[in-house]
């Protein structure tokens, strides 16, 4: 196969590893209930602390450990406040993300185009020589890999144990999960901490491995794709991690169009806002009448199965407190 | 097992929900617990099965003193409870609803788990498959989970909260002869909470009746129903009296509507009222009274008919058009219908009365003090209408109302209301009728309609029956009517 396709796919799974981290990370926080919206701003600022930690100690993982503490911190801030104080979650989160990439730029301003540590390539021995996948999917590092186990891990945790079925009960009918005794408050704020934990990963993941070293605004925008692609996936882990790669291929798609003569004389801007046109256009169709009309086709059994595969319904009690009466 | 609720008191505010109930359940039988929507059953189960704390009061098991700080506590002592809207997980499935803190380890065995399932939903014959959604059942399908969920964790005591609410008549002989089996042949205890007479003369071997939050009345079954209704509803205290206001011209024409509400169509109802009239509505909660008069109010519009106010053709009008013309309903839920929660009794009055765009805050705030003092409302105008108590919030409401009304429609007037107040709320009402405003209201009071209507219209099951003259009613037997039968004597 043509090397610059095989390199293509292999920089979209690269960059999309950090859309998968920030992704999953808010689907398990917004199934336990709460909307953690700093997303954008803890993306920056743990981007540019892995890469400080990193670059003063010479040590990658305390990089990787410092900007998951930062985001679980940030992220429990966004628990305590909504939970324990009541407050509007939304508010909360728009305020930390405004906060938190003006901070990322403050303590970032030495770091500014250093060249720092970054994680090189580590191929998996035999997985890697596979025609086409191997390149593609194994000839990348650990981080990516470990992308890779969160999807699986993510998925298997929410639909197969018992941790996972009070989570989704405490999402979707917080007064029922009450019932069956489940500690609705305590599973919030274990959610919203691990799905910070895991958005600080993805700042990591930027600055230490997709798009190494740190400048302002360095990963400015990310956070509310990742937002986007969690209503996109509809809160399943594996159609979250599609969103994550469908969203870095048409972003290849338009760099490798934008270089073709046939398309010279279109704005450069068409090229990098078409992914966001296109998944407003997906989201708009799958939950239009004409999706309805469409599955209405089906016998219900394979209507019931599509239906499930392309459409997703945000969690019952989406950002709200919990009151035992 | 042997429950014994003993003085169990719990105020939410003003309201006395419990007021020294006491309660005893037994093993092997189905115990009704009977009463009028607000008269404390919910509340009372709710602090049985450990939602809700009690102010005062203790509850047995056995002999021996309980407390439950959570439902978990309850259930892991053997009380389980079934709600009007089941608390399950609508998105999910049968088998996970079941699942969830049920098997509690880590990762469940859910083939056990769907076997368990299966083999007591077949005990009982519920068609239940455990791989589709909840939200894909019926509220019968989701209170038989419900009930097998409850049976799997052990329960000996199950509570059901109105059961019959919104389940087919297949469902509902099904869940009676499962009700029974539980309770006679595998001596469980149950509690069966309805506020349909019928219902309970059916299936229970005891019956409590509660009313206004106290015990009214304790017996084992069959108990007459015009007993049953003497205790559920009672006698009222000498209230004011009704001065004979002439009755003028027809105010109010209704022609044959056809009505369609959430489960219930009312068919050909037609009613004539004249100016001053006073009609009682008198019905079984959700037995069509309400959806009618809110159809007359113009907030239902009817199918097929119409109405007429004055001799002016008003259906399928607005309802904004339908308050222009003279006709004002005040709901039952005077707080979340009547009023606007969050604002202040002076911010109410600009809402209906003619005001300039930019507001006299001043203006009206004297204007509010008028109105305050003149129907004794205990209250400031800055004080938020929803820490008023039921009394006073109904007073707002009738300050609320413009001076010249055509039709005033209430649903239930005095209802939650303390004697004095419900006394000076139909000193108003009846006022009204002098200047030829037309009063339809329900009640859940008999005594009540008796006392204050010309006519009264009895509903049965979305059946509107042509009205009667009070004169020619008794209590007793418009207790029987609204059962849905004919006086023993008239049988005869």
Redesign the interface.
């Known amino acids: 196969m043509d090397p610059f396709v095989i390199n293509t796919l292999a920089s979209i799974v690269a960059t999309a590893a950090p859309l998968v981290f920030a992704g999953v990370g808010e689907t398990l926080t917004e199934k336990a209930g709460v909307v953690n919206l700093s997303l954008d701003g803890t993306i920056l600022l743990s981007a540019m602390a892995a890469f400080a930690v990193a670059y003063n100690t010479g040590s990658l993982w305390l990089g990787f450990l410092v900007a998951a503490l930062i985001g679980m911190a940030i992220a429990s801030i966004v628990a305590v406040g909504s939970i324990a104080l009541e407050q509007e979650q939304v508010a909360i989160g728009f305020v930390l993300t405004m906060m938190t990439a003006d901070l990322s730029s403050f303590l970032g301003n030495p770091y500014v185009n250093l060249p720092g540590p970054y994680v090189g390539q580590q191929p998996i021995p035999f997985l890697a020589d596979i025609p086409l996948i191997g390149p593609v999917f194994f000839r990348q590092n650990i981080v990516i890999y470990a992308s890779y186990l969160l999807i699986v891990l993510a998925w298997w945790w929410m639909m197969?144990?018992?941790?996972g079925?009070?989570m989704?009960?405490v999402g979707?009918?917080p007064?029922?999960?009450?019932?069956?005794?489940?500690d609705v408050n305590a599973v919030r704020y274990t959610y919203t901490a691990l799905g910070g934990a895991l958005v600080g990963i993805a700042g990591a993941t930027y600055s230490l491995v997709v798009k190494l070293g740190w400048s302002h605004n360095h990963t400015a925008g990310n956070g509310w794709i990742a937002l986007a692609i969690v209503i996109f996936g509809g809160w399943d882990p594996w159609k979250v991690a599609g969103g994550a790669y469908l969203f870095g291929a048409l972003k290849a798609l338009g760099s490798v169009l934008q270089r073709n003569p046939a398309f010279q004389n279109v704005p450069t801007q068409i090229f990098s806002t078409a992914p966001f046109a296109m998944m407003i256009l997906f989201l708009a169709l799958t939950s239009s009448g004409l999706t309805d009309r469409f599955l209405d086709l089906f016998s219900p059994k394979v209507r019931n199965r599509l239906e499930a595969i392309i459409r997703g319904?945000a969690p019952?009690a989406l950002g709200q407190p919990f009151h035992?009466? | 097992m042997r429950v014994e609720m003993r003085q169990i008191h719990k105020s939410f505010g003003p309201v006395h929900a419990n007021a020294g109930v006491d309660l005893t359940l037994e093993a092997g039988r189905i115990h009704g617990l009977l009463g009028e929507n607000g008269a404390g059953k919910t509340t009372l189960m709710k602090i049985l099965s450990g939602y809700q704390s009690m102010d005062s009061g203790e509850i047995l098991i056995d002999g021996k003193p309980v407390t439950f700080a959570s439902p978990a506590e309850a259930i892991r002592a053997g009380i389980g409870m079934l709600h009007q809207d089941p608390l399950d997980f609508p998105p999910m499935t049968v088998l996970d609803n079941f699942l969830l803190a049920f098997d509690d380890r880590l990762i469940p065995d859910r083939k056990r788990g769907e076997a368990m399932m299966l083999e007591l939903a077949q005990r009982f014959n519920f068609p239940l498959n455990p791989h589709v959604a909840v939200e894909r059942l019926t509220v019968g399908e989701r209170q038989q989970l419900e009930i097998i969920r409850l049976l799997a964790l052990g329960a000996q005591v199950i509570i059901l909260d109105e059961p019959t609410t919104g389940i087919s008549a297949p469902q509902k002989v099904q869940l009676f002869a499962t009700l029974r089996r539980l309770a006679h042949e595998e001596g469980k205890a149950i509690v069966f909470v309805s506020h349909k007479l019928e219902e309970v003369e059916a299936l229970c071997d005891e019956v409590t009746v509660l009313r206004r939050g106290k015990v009214t009345g304790h017996k084992p079954m069959p108990v007459p129903i015009d007993e049953l209704v003497r205790m559920m509803f009672g006698q009222s205290i000498a209230m004011p009296d009704k001065p004979p206001v002439p009755l003028g011209e027809i105010v109010l024409r209704a022609e044959k509507l056809l009505i369609t509400g959430h489960r219930l169509e009312i068919r050909d109802a037609s009613l004539e009222a004249r100016a001053g009239e006073v009609i009682g509505f008198a019905g079984m909660e959700g037995s069509g009274q309400s959806l009618f008069l809110r159809t007359i109010a113009g907030l239902i519009r009817p199918k097929r008919g119409h109405i007429f106010l004055d001799g002016e053709e008003l259906t399928g009008r607005p309802y904004r058009e339908f308050m222009r013309a003279g006709i004002s309903l005040l709901p039952a839920d005077r707080i979340d219908e009547g009023l606007v929660r969050g604002l202040t009794i002076a911010e109410h009055f600009p809402l209906r009365r003619e005001t300039p765009f930019f507001i006299d805050w001043e203006e009206n705030r004297r204007y509010v003090e008028k109105m305050i003092e003149f129907y004794n409302i205990k209250g400031r105008p800055e004080t938020p209408v929803e820490s008023l108590s039921g009394g006073n919030q109904q007073r707002v409401l009738l300050a609320l109302q413009p001076p010249k009304l055509k039709v005033l429609i209430m649903e239930h007037p005095t209802r939650g209301l303390d004697i004095g107040s419900a006394r000076w709320v139909w000193e108003q009402l009846l006022k009204r009728r002098e200047d030829g405003t037309v009063i339809l209201f329900t009640s859940a009071d008999l005594d009540e309609i008796m006392t204050y209507s010309d006519r009264v219209v009895i509903f049965f099951s979305g059946q509107m029956y042509p009205p009667i003259r009070a004169t020619d009613l008794t209590v007793e037997e418009l207790g029987y009517r609204i059962g849905g039968r004919a006086a023993p004597d008239a049988e005869a």
């Open positions: 197969r144990t018992q941790p079925l009070k989704r009960g979707e009918r007064a029922s999960a009450f019932a069956r005794g489940v319904r019952a035992r009466d």
